[in-house]
């Protein structure tokens, strides 16, 4: 079995030129809570019309990763990083947007629709909203399509409404090139936090520093009727702080829950509306000083069709050498307990298939492993570079993978009785390897 992953949220927001820069990377927990979540701005509109604020934007990123022990041709457990030894173009992203801007009486109106091609959008499909109109590893995909509002109800600071499809607000690594620190991603970020959801968020500002957050949607990378998973609701719960020890440490602690097994699949039928799936996780990022932040993610997940515990704890540092080089490090450990959710995805269907509920696709697992990975790298935007347009950010990165509990899931694969389905533990411990990525943003 496989356990569908997703997406996240933001990390370094690598600017425009002319938009500047802040001298830490990364954004604080409340900041990122919603890569989907736009300011809202309630000065009255002079005389400008409310469409002279639309905004535009696109972001393409291509990368190469050196993996020369692998005999799969892989990278193990990794969604977008999978290809090793190749170049790829990971993610071209376009985004039309509006603020969120004053209507009066303190409403306010925005929206923002955003659409991917890449080898990524292999890994952010929205079933039910144009999957598999193409099957090759370059793939498109909606990725957002939401409306937001702010509505001055409840609280002084009132609420902050998103409706539509946006990404998943759990887990520090988004699926934007500019919302993540390097190229690869942590285990949490790829197999246990939701991708895509389709549905209603509120963040409801209960004091200038706690804001409570609630929503409900259709599942992870879904939507409703025909095309759903099952026919239960899955939502959000959890609580945000902002601006405390000093206005120092921001912290975000948000559970999702619900049945997200799909009927579609005959080996489960009826009882994946009855199966529940718990996923519990932990944003706490502290601002050292003015140029270095150090943030802990943790997460939890069980899923009771799959009798599976999955958890890992991701501590990030980030330190600003110069406006235009920033160091970047990661450590995790994970324990997938009995190797139900840790994978990977052999063909470019593979994870569509899983979503839609197919009874067997070409996937390779492992068995339950505690892995471990440390990851360093720098951001580096080059300023000799004169652009015609936006900013250039190039991330080299260098990462070690390594099982903690004997197991040996890296590099190579054996395969089984069942066609498409290898077993993963008769290669190597660990898994050394180097990536590289580019990102032009404008």
Known sequence: ?????????????????????????????????????????????????????????IVVEAGVNGNPW???????????????????????????????????????????????????????PTIGMGDGNLTGIYQWAPTQA??????PWFTKGGVDLNIGQMYGLLGYEGTDALE?????????????????????????????????????????????????????????????????????????????????????????????????????????????????????????????YLRDDAYGITTYFAHDFYPWLTFNARGEIFRDNNGNVVGMNTSTMSYIDYLRGA??????QAPGTTYGELTVGVTYRPQFLHLPKGSLAIRPE????????GTRPFNRVSPTDTPGYNYADNGTNNMFWFSCDAIWSF
């Open 180 to 304: 993540r620190p390097f190229y690869s991603y942590n285990y949490s970020s790829d197999y246990i936090v939701p991708f895509e959801v389709v549905g209603v968020t509120a963040t409801v500002h209960l004091t200038d520093h706690t804001s409570w957050i609630v929503g409900v949607n259709a599942g992870n990378s879904t939507t409703f009727g025909n095309a759903g998973n099952n026919n239960r609701p899955k939502g959000y719960f959890g609580f945000q702080f902002e601006g405390l020890a000093n206005g120092k440490l921001d912290i975000t602690a948000v559970t999702y829950v619900g049945p997200q097994q799909n009927m579609h699949n005959p080996d489960i039928g009826s009882d994946a509306n009855r199966e529940m799936q718990y996923i519990g996780d932990v944003i706490a990022t502290y601002k050292i000083n003015d140029t270095s932040s150090v943030t802990l993610n943790a997460t939890y997940f069980h899923d009771d």
């Open 146 to 151: 939401h409306i937001d509002a702010h509505l």
């Open 359 to 364: 009874e067997s696709y070409p996937y390779d």
């Open 398 to 405: 260098v990462r070690l993978d390594k099982s903690l509990n």
């Open 70 to 124: 692998t005999r799969t041709g892989r990278n193990w457990a990794q969604y977008y990083v999978d290809r090793a030894n190749t170049g790829t173009l990971n993610q071209i992203t376009g985004t039309l947007s509006h603020p969120v801007t004053d209507l009066g009486g303190g409403y306010g109106l925005g929206f923002l629709f955003e659409v991917m091609y890449g080898s990524d959008a292999r890994f952010t």
């Open 1 to 57: 079995m496989q356990f569908a992953a997703v997406q996240a949220l933001a990390q370094e927001k690598i600017l425009s030129e002319g938009e500047g820069r802040p001298l830490v990377t990364e954004e604080t927990a409340g900041e990122k809570r919603d890569a989907a979540r736009i300011p809202v701005t309630l000065a009255s509109p002079k005389s400008h019309s409310w469409f002279d604020d639309l905004e535009g934007h």
